[in-house]
């Protein structure tokens, strides 16, 4: 019976995926990104339930996976081309389907590698991916701006994203239980980021979009680094 919880709160991630994409299709976009951060704290939540209780199981863990496909694969695709990809043709439904593949092909790779890598991420993991759409989103809405005026931008920017999903890039975990290196080079970057991103917006849009596009170029930095063997890094714990 003690299984049912955390298997319930996993449930509440697809819950509200659907809720999004239900959401984009009434042209409520910025409800939709709401939802996919509400599947993002039902995602966070239901494996710290799982193992407090000790119920952990293979099933909650496909479960899991399912969830995040549809959640912060699937949703933020559809959300990405009905906001503004749409607008750019074959390239906006290219991007859209990249996207949604990339997220698809990042899962099935974490699922069969989780006894190989210890102590980060390889790739973006899907949940950050589909928050950057999610928060981009409301953030464009708050803003009143349309991406499709830069032109091809934003979809280059949606196919970055999954291909930083699919990538080799390290990304800190921050569990503390592995041995990959933050160099201040990054955290400096991050840091400026950061900080641009929020004084040129100065709304909670602003801040969620400063999370989570930080953490994506963060990771890109990171890597950078270590691979020049600059920055003096110290192990991330």
């Known amino acids: 019976m003690k299984a049912m919880i955390p298997n319930t709160i996993t449930a509440l991630n697809l819950f509200f995926g659907m809720l999004s994409l239900l959401s984009t299709y009434e042209g409520n976009y910025y ?5 996919i951060l509400a599947a993002l704290i039902a995602d966070g939540l239901d494996g710290r339930v799982a193992r407090a209780l000790g119920v952990s199981s293979e099933f909650g863990k496909e479960m899991d996976s399912l969830c995040d496909l ?6 933020p695709a559809f959300l990405a ?3 503004s990809l749409h607008n750019e043709g074959t390239i906006g439904q290219a991007a859209a389907i990249i996207f949604a593949l990339c997220g698809m092909w990042r899962l099935a790779r974490f699922n069969v590698s989780t006894g190989k890598v210890h102590g980060y991420f390889m790739g973006l993991a899907i949940p950050a991916g589909g928050c950057i759409v999610a928060t981009t989103t409301m953030l464009f809405e708050k803003l009143q701006i349309h991406p499709e ?3 091809l931008i934003y979809p280059i920017t949606i196919i970055i994203i999954g291909y930083l999903m699919v990538s080799h890039v390290h990304y800190p975990n ?3 239980d592995g041995a ?11 840091a400026v980021m950061f900080a641009a991103i929020l004084i040129m917006t100065r709304n909670i849009e602003g801040l969620l979009t400063a999370i989570f596009a930080t953490y994506a170029v963060f990771g890109i930095v990171n890597s950078l680094t270590a ?8 192990n991330g714990r």
């Not at 691979?227 to 110290?234: D, E, Q, V, Y």
């Open 227 to 234: 691979l020049l063997k600059i920055g003096g890094g110290f």
């Open 180 to 190: 990959e290196k933050i160099y201040p080079t990054a955290k400096i970057f991050a």
């Open 174 to 176: 921050f569990k503390g």
């Open 31 to 35: 409800c939709s990104g709401l939802y």
């Open 70 to 75: 549809g959640s912060f694969g699937i949703a």
């Open 149 to 151: 005026i830069y032109g």
């Open 81 to 83: 081309f009905s906001y």
